[in-house]
Nanobody, 126 residues
Framework: QVQLVESGGGLVQAGDSLRLSCAAS????????MGWFRQAPGREREFAAG????????YYADSVKGRFTISRDSSKKTVYLQMNTLKPEDTAVYYC???????????????????WGQGTQVTVSS
């Protein structure tokens, strides 16, 4: 069983930055592909960013490319999402997800991931 705990959300103004963290349990964090998804009210959950288990490959939704950066620190069992130049349309609950069993597939596909955190709210005011 893997537990994921997100933190770092909050209320900010447009143009501000936030860094989200996702702390994972489990002894083999370095073998998990990780992803960040978000869900705005009335909308489906959507992919934001993903990172490979070795941290070399990263993937981004077009809507966040150039503004968001995903990274990981295996010594801390934590994955981060640095969000810059935030926009009101970035307002959502942000979830991290872990592919523990090496499912492969697209990082943007929620089915790739077996474990999800509880989410952290990000609100961007205009």
């Amino acid at each position: 069983q893997v537990q994921l705990v997100e933190s770092g959300g909050g209320l900010v103004q447009a143009g501000d930055s936030l860094r989200l963290s996702c702390a994972a349990s489990g002894r083999t964090f370095s073998t998990y592909d990780m992803g960040w998804f978000r869900q705005a009210p009335g909308r489906e959950r959507e992919f934001a960013a993903g990172i490979s288990r070795n941290g070399i490959s990263t993937y981004y939704a077009d809507s966040v490319k150039g503004r968001f950066t995903i990274s990981r620190d295996s010594s801390k069992k934590t994955v981060y999402l640095q969000m810059n130049t935030l926009k009101p349309e970035d307002t959502a609950v942000y979830y991290c997800a872990a592919d523990v069993h090496g499912n492969g597939g697209r990082y943007s596909n929620p089915s790739k991931y077996e474990y999800w955190g509880q989410g952290t709210q990000v609100t961007v005011s205009s």
